[in-house]
């Protein structure tokens, strides 16, 4: 069973920036997908960022440019780099992984990823 655990959130102010971290015995992108999603309350979890086994990365057209997901493979670690951020950036931030390995991993719907993460909340205001 893979457990993730988000930290880095807070409170920052538009053109901020913050880093998202995300923690697991598995959660490096080695076995199997990992991404970023974040979700505002009455509406879907949209997927953010996810990052292949090769470490190739995909990014949602409103946060290309401004977001990078890493990892640290030693630490086995997952970051959101998040850089000039705006008010519509706020919302709870989940990573996810994949149940099966892919060699090229995109941006699915939420409900195609099996664990997740309790979410860490981002606000800039």
């Known amino acids: 069973h893979v457990q993730l655990v988000e930290s880095g959130g807070g409170l920052v102010q538009p053109g901020g920036s913050l880093r998202l971290s995300c923690a697991a015995s598995?959660?490096?992108?080695?076995?199997?997908?990992v991404a970023w999603f974040r979700q505002v309350p009455g509406k879907e979890r949209e997927g953010v960022a996810v990052?292949?086994?090769?470490?190739?990365?995909r990014y949602a057209d409103s946060v290309k440019d401004r977001f990078t997901i890493s990892q640290d493979n030693a630490k086995k670690i997952l970051y959101l780099q998040l850089t000039s951020l705006k008010p519509e950036d706020t919302a709870m931030y989940y990573c996810?992984?994949?149940?099966?390995?892919?060699?090229?991993?995109?941006?699915?719907?939420?409900?195609?990823?099996?664990?997740w993460g309790q979410g860490t909340q981002v606000t800039v205001s």
């Open positions: 996810a992984k994949d149940h099966i390995f892919r060699p090229t991993c995109h941006i699915r719907a939420a409900s195609d990823w099996r664990y």
């Open positions: 990052v292949s086994p090769d470490g190739s990365a």
């Open positions: 598995q959660v490096t992108a080695s076995t199997g997908c």
